[in-house]
């Protein structure tokens, strides 16, 4: 993500596409994330601990949907293994309907319910009212909150704890991190056409 990011940290203030304040934040967040990188993988390992045999879902605002998709991304190809994502206020439409079933349909879920200090409002209430829907019928709830004081903190601080998720739950999982022969298998396929 180091290239791409910086890329587009030198393309866009040319377009004038950045707030002012972006060089503050990601300079903040820099350090942030090097004072707390102790904390950040100890977090994450533990994180990676409760999906072990799990399949985890995952909630958040639409704000950080981006950061979801990623951690799902990395969730599959690292640890080879299933995530789902969804973003509120949607999944309070059909999803939460999903979740009507007893109990012993979710008990190899656990729910990560992903809280930053920019959420919209009344999304912050939907999720304070789902928790304990979630936490009846699910084996675990996990609230995970980032530091830093500006979204772009929070979101690099999001993305750094997850990428390590990913780590370590592919040590867990014992699989390679880096292999990827299914997608392989899949364009080698498709290329035969």
Not at 14 to 23: I, N
Not at 63 to 71: A, M, Y
Not at 132 to 142: E, G, M, N, R, V
Not at 147 to 163: A, K
Request: with cysteine.
């Amino acid at each position: 993500m180091g290239y791409s990011l910086v890329q587009l940290l030198h393309i866009l203030p040319l377009y004038g596409l950045t707030d002012a304040h972006l060089g503050d934040d990601l300079e903040a967040a820099q350090q942030l994330l090097a004072q707390n990188q102790t904390a950040i993988q100890a977090q994450a390992e533990a994180l990676a601990l409760s999906l072990v045999n799990k399949l985890p879902i995952v909630y958040g605002d639409t704000k950080i949907g981006p950061v979801l998709v990623r951690l799902q991304q990395q969730i599959n190809e690292n640890a080879k293994q299933l995530c789902h994502i969804n973003l509120f206020p949607e999944m309070n439409h059909n999803e939460l309907v999903g979740w009507g079933l007893s109990a012993e349909h979710y008990q190899n879920t656990v729910i990560w319910m992903v809280e930053t200090s920019f959420d919209h409002p009344r999304v912050r209430t939907r999720m304070e009212i789902c928790q304990p829907i979630f936490a009846a019928k699910t084996s675990a709830l996990h609230l995970i909150r980032p530091e830093g004081q500006s979204l772009t903190e929070q979101v690099l601080y999001l993305i750094h704890l997850f990428d390590w998720v990913s780590y370590y739950l592919a040590g867990q999982n014992q699989v390679d991190a880096f292999e990827i022969d299914v997608i392989n298998f899949l364009k080698n396929e498709l290329a035969k056409i």
